[in-house]
């Protein structure tokens, strides 16, 4: 099925020349089934209203999240420097080689949800649907991880002990619900800026890193690999010896991995983003320096300046919950922290909107294939599947398992459970 349907593919030129509309056409034509699900006036339908730009910057930062900014710490103080750039290398091979394969298949195949689809049409429906409801609660989990970190984030100011953390949550939520009810374009523009902000932000953060570990702040002396030495290069994990230090790098790989996941979100917005056949290729493309530069670079400039001894990796100082953080607080630079964590609560947010966008893309491709309730497969006018937006938000309300712990805590929790479910 695979082949044939590959071989009736258009030629190329043919098909960068195509309109949306010609294009869904020759798609309707391959897969009736997609067009019968999209074609119902009743029940509406998403609408391609994502430009290049919104697309190229959703690949290059649309999920630098907290993964990157808070849950690294605890991955450095457990495994150590080399297995933290070891692990992060490690993920981000196994996500380079993931996204040029969804890319080639988005690229001929752009609708909404795309994962979902892509299993059912090129594999079996049986592992379309497993994988289908697998990404939407690994979506559902991340974004309580991200609502959880947000919260963490906005206790290092002064007065934030003073307001409830459900007042954060039913904020937050009120907010990706507000901002992803309106048209897809809105969530493009919003997420544009925050990836300009994040990008600004962590190459920033790499060159303070540089300017740290060379000895270029005053009064501090040249670092170099010093707390690669001093804290041990890859520390003992559960058992001792090789075994140890293995389990070590091993454990890196779930902060890797959640820092990675999120991703494919270019892939499932290649449904609503104009001219795909042209613009996702290009995006995809540019995934490979994203996770060079901002996930491996970034392990390790932050290895150099943050020791892995440090206890309040940990999380068990509010105000040093962040390596970055711990890091500047060392180099005696006092202006930074704040400007860090405001760094750390956008990419939570930009992150965590991010995700409800997905999970309600992953749940409406589910309701196309049939495989969840035909309710789902309402629209807005604006385009956008209202109940799977409402069911995604309100599974987040999980969220408030963070007032009966420390927010740091409840994020572990949350990381390790999207985790697991990614793998």
Sequence with gaps: MFISELEQKPKKNDDLELGDNE??????????????????????????????????????????????????????????????????????????????????????????????????????????????????????????????????????????????????????????????????????????????????????????????????????????????????????????????????????????????????????AAGEAENPRRNIPRAIKRVFWRLLFFYVFAAFALSMICPSGNPNLMGGDRTAQSPWVIAVNIAGIKALPSIINSLILISAISSGNSYVFMGTRYLYALAQNRQAPRIFLRCTKQGIPIWCLLITMSISLISFMSMGSDSSTAFQWFQNLATVATV
């Design 23 to 268: 294009l869904m056409k020759k798609q309707n034509d391959l897969w009736p089934d997609i067009a019968n699900a999209e074609s119902s006036d009743a029940l509406g339908n998403v609408q391609r209203e994502l430009k290049a730009r919104h697309v190229t910057f959703i690949a290059l930062g649309g999920n630098l999240g907290t993964g990157l900014f808070l849950g690294i710490g605890h991955a450095l103080r457990v495994a150590g420097p080399l297995s933290l750039v070891l692990g992060y290398l490690t993920a981000s091979i196994a996500g380079f080689m993931m996204m040029m394969a969804l890319g080639e298949m988005a690229a001929w195949l752009p609708v909404p949800g795309a994962i979902p689809q892509f299993c059912a049409r090129y594999v079996d429906e049986a592992l379309g649907f497993a994988v289908g409801w697998n990404t939407w609660f690994t979506a559902v989990i991340t974004l309580c991880a991200e609502i959880s970190a947000a919260c963490s984030v906005i206790q290092f100011w002064s007065g934030a002990d003073n307001v409830s953390v459900a007042v954060w949550i039913v904020v937050l939520i009120a907010f990706f619900l507000a901002l992803n009810i309106l048209a897809v374009h809105t969530f493009g523009e919003f997420e544009f800026v925050c990836a300009v902000i994040k990008l600004c932000g962590i190459l920033g953060l790499l060159i303070l890193a540089l300017c740290i570990d060379l000895g270029g702040v005053s009064g501090q002396p040249r670092l170099g690999f010093h707390y690669w030495k001093t804290a041990g290069i890859m520390k003992e994990y559960i058992a001792t010896g090789s075994e140890g230090r293995f389990l070590g790098y091993f454990y890196t790989l779930i902060n890797a991995q959640f820092a990675i996941n999120g991703c494919e979100t270019v892939v499932v």
